[in-house]
T-cell receptor
Framework: AQTVTQSQPEMSVQEAETVTLSCTYD???????LFWYKQPPSRQMILVIR??????QNATENRFSVNFQKAAKSFSLKISDSQLGDAAMYFC????????????FGTGTSLTVIP | EAGVAQSPRYKIIEKRQSVAFWCNPI?????LYWYQQILGQGPKLLIQ????????DSQLPKDRFSAERLKGVDSTLKIQPAKLEDSAVYLC????????????FGEGSRLTVL
């Protein structure tokens, strides 16, 4: 099975600053999808950003962008101009074409935003 | 568009008792997932349905856990008998068919086993 690794259990950032969350994954597939999900305290998990592996251009969504390094199997999330509402658990997830729509999640990074 | 609905939000039971969780996915979403999320960990897949058929239940502890999706819409996850280590949040998620598409999650059902 594919594995997804998030090596930073906790991160903190000053409000308005930039923070980068790391994610690496292990796969033998060439075409797959990567996701970052946000889980605020006691609230539902929502999609932040998605990257298709066949696209070389890094995905961006407003203040959120990714640095996708396919050869290194790295998929980091950059949050610019951090806001208090960004405080949450962030999960990196992988889904491949041959995994039957199954998503593999990392262990998460808890992000604290300091006012 | 209504989201994924789950109930109950919270449940406290004694070990060896039984509990059931209900999920109503987003209308039209053929794929439904049940995940177990233990505190401090990422979601772990328990079972995946495509319409009313099981796609993957390899990580479901079948001696105590069961799940069904009889009409290809709502789903129920049952634990009987519960153990202390079953304390977790049980997340239901759904997605449309096909390779593209994201997961849409419910708010989860938090189970505490005493």
């Amino acid at each position: 099975a594919q594995t997804v690794t998030q090596s930073q259990p906790e991160m903190s950032v000053q409000e308005a600053e930039t923070v980068t969350l790391s994610c690496t994954y292990d796969t033998s597939e060439s075409d797959y999808y990567l996701f970052w999900y946000k889980q605020p305290p006691s609230r539902q998990m929502i999609l932040v950003i998605r990257q298709e592996a066949y696209k070389q251009q890094n995905a961006t969504e407003n203040r959120f962008s990714v640095n996708f390094q396919k050869a290194a199997k790295s998929f980091s999330l950059k949050i610019s101009d951090s806001q208090l509402g960004d405080a949450a658990m962030y999960f990196c997830a992988y889904r491949g074409p041959n995994t039957g729509n199954q998503f593999y999640f990392g262990t998460g990074t808890s992000l604290t935003v300091i006012p | 568009e209504a989201g994924v609905a789950q109930s109950p939000r919270y449940k406290i039971i004694e070990k060896r008792q039984s509990v059931a969780f209900w999920c109503n996915p987003i209308s039209g979403h053929a794929t439904l997932y049940w995940y177990q999320q233990i505190l401090g960990q990422g979601p772990k897949l328990l079972i995946q349905f495509q319409n009313n058929g099981v796609v993957d239940d390899s990580q479901l502890p079948k001696d105590r856990f069961s799940a069904e999706r009889l009409k290809g819409v709502d789903s129920t996850l049952k634990i009987q008998p519960a153990k202390l280590e079953d304390s977790a949040v049980y997340l239901c998620a759904s997605k449309t068919s096909g390779l593209t598409g994201e997961l849409f999650f419910g708010e989860g059902s938090r189970l505490t086993v005493l």
